[in-house]
């Protein structure tokens, strides 16, 4: 029997039999009746206060009863603690699972089964232009106007993704997207949006890579293929032989140094940092550079006819620098075999060096046309040239200075270019000091004029 009628029917017990004894039958009856309307009362009463206590917001720690009505609300109580617990763990997880979405570098956008955006993320706010607050319960389709992803989205199938235009502030800044929609739940969408710029411009710039390769190797084939044509068909004496075989080594010269320079940008691209156990003697490897500028003087003064160029070449200090001697040689004598190609004969070419706590630099300074601004940005893209008939006349790639800033960059340096026209120009390889290290032997340094 429960705990409860056990009881009632004890205190009626207690009530009733004293009245019956001392009194009689229908006095008991009574006195029952008269104690269980007032435990009815009383238990409703109870049961008031009970249904407020559970109607308030925050059940009390301890409920002001005994008895059933105790273990009744300690149960509930146990039940809402647990239930309070479950929910903040839930909670949570949702706000985990949100800032790891928010965290994507790509833009998440969820829809409801009316296409109204639910959720999205900061990326996809900023890809699309949209509010994250504002603009939650609003249609997609209505804040996404690019008509590309108005015919994507009426699609019923989204097998693939679709290229739109970003949201940008200005037209230098214009951004691709990749948008790909995903069904999910019950009829809903799952909106994914991709900046690929960056993929974009590499492809364009691969493409560009393999046209201007292929333009260069082109020409020389072409001169290459008719020279050969005219020794076939055209009787030639022994002086007009040999001079059309000179003009057949130098179209071979210039495409052996192109297939060179392109091999020492593929290197650079593929292989692995310098070492930078290797520490560079300075002397050395502008003594390098020095007999290789010499070389490139004299035969440019005998081909042209013309006075040679002034080298001056200024006190190498006593410096190692860490990194690939076959690529820091390269670097330099680029710019100095750009500055002697570039600069008219008799003219001035200066080699300069200055140390600071936080830096090397070494400077190639020359007195040649000099280059105007707005060609400056762009003189390290490969092919890139301000006089195309003077860099192949002087047998040049197009692709030195693109190699000499790899190198800068591989060995935590920098190429800096400044120039005026008119006046000349100067290049600066730039190295942090972590790179350099003082050098003890005191090597035979050169100085030319
Ligand atoms: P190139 O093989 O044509 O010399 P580079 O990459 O070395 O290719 O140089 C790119 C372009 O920068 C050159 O074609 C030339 O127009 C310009 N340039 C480089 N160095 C100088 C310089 N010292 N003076 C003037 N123009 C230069």
């Not at 049961?47 to 109607?55: A, E, G, I, T």
């Not at 560079?280 to 490139?296: F, G, H, T, Y």
């Not at 013309?306 to 001056?312: E, M, P, R, Y």
């Amino acid at each position: 029997m429960p705990y409860v009628v056990f009881e009632l029917l004890f205190w009626l017990a207690v009530v009733a039999l004293p009245v019956w004894i001392w009194l009689d039958a229908v006095s008991a009856l009574l006195a029952a009746s008269i104690y269980l309307i007032l435990h009815i009362l009383v238990q409703d009463w109870k049961f008031r206060r009970f249904q407020k206590w559970l109607n308030s917001t925050s059940l009390q720690a301890n409920p002001p009863w005994r008895g059933a009505w105790l273990d009744v609300a300690t149960r509930i109580q146990r039940q809402q603690l647990l239930a309070e617990n479950r929910t903040q763990l839930h909670e949570r997880r949702l706000q985990d699972f949100l800032l790891a979405i928010q965290a994507s570098p790509n833009g998440v956008i969820l829809l409801d089964d009316e296409s109204r955006i639910d959720w999205c993320n900061d990326t996809a706010a900023t890809h699309l232009g949209l509010d994250v607050k504002k603009d939650r319960l609003q249609h997609i389709v209505h804040l996404v106007r690019d008509p590309l992803f108005t015919r994507y989205f009426s699609q019923d199938n989204h097998p693939s993704e679709v290229l739109i235009d970003g949201r940008s502030a200005s037209v230098s800044s214009l951004r691709k997207l990749s948008v790909q929609l995903h069904k999910y739940g019950d009829g809903r969408l799952l909106l994914l949006s991709r900046d690929v710029t960056e993929v974009i411009k590499a492809d364009a710039m691969r493409r560009d890579f393999v046209a201007n390769v292929s333009h260069e190797i082109r020409t020389p084939l072409t001169v290459l293929g008719g020279f050969v044509e005219t020794l076939q068909s055209v009787p030639l004496n022994a002086q007009e032989t040999q001079k059309y075989l000179q003009l057949m080594s130098s179209q071979a010269g210039r495409m052996q140094s192109l297939v060179a320079d392109l091999l020492i940008l593929s290197q650079l691209e593929v292989s692995q940092s310098p070492n930078n156990q290797d520490h560079i003697s300075l002397p050395d490897l502008v003594n390098q550079v020095i007999s290789e500028a010499n070389a490139l003087t004299s035969l440019l003064a005998d081909q042209l006819s013309g006075q040679k160029h002034a080298l001056v070449f200024d006190q190498v200090p006593l410096l190692r620098v860490m990194g690939s001697q076959k690529e820091l040689f390269s670097a330099l004598s680029n710019l100095v075999s750009n500055a002697i190609r570039y600069t008219p004969l008799g003219g001035l070419v200066h080699l300069t060096f200055s140390q600071t706590d936080d830096q090397l630099t070494i400077s190639v300074k020359d007195t040649g046309p000099g280059i105007a601004s707005e060609h400056l940005p762009r003189l390290t893209e490969r092919f890139y040239r301000i006089d195309q008939s003077r860099s192949r006349e002087t047998g040049g790639t197009g692709l030195g200075l693109a190699i000499t800033k790899h190198v800068m960059q591989r060995h935590g340096g920098e190429l800096q270019i400044e120039s005026e026209l008119g006046v000349g120009s100067t290049f600066n390889l730039i190295f942090p000091a972590s790179r350099i290290s003082n050098q003890i032997a005191t090597p035979d340094l050169q100085t030319h004029t």
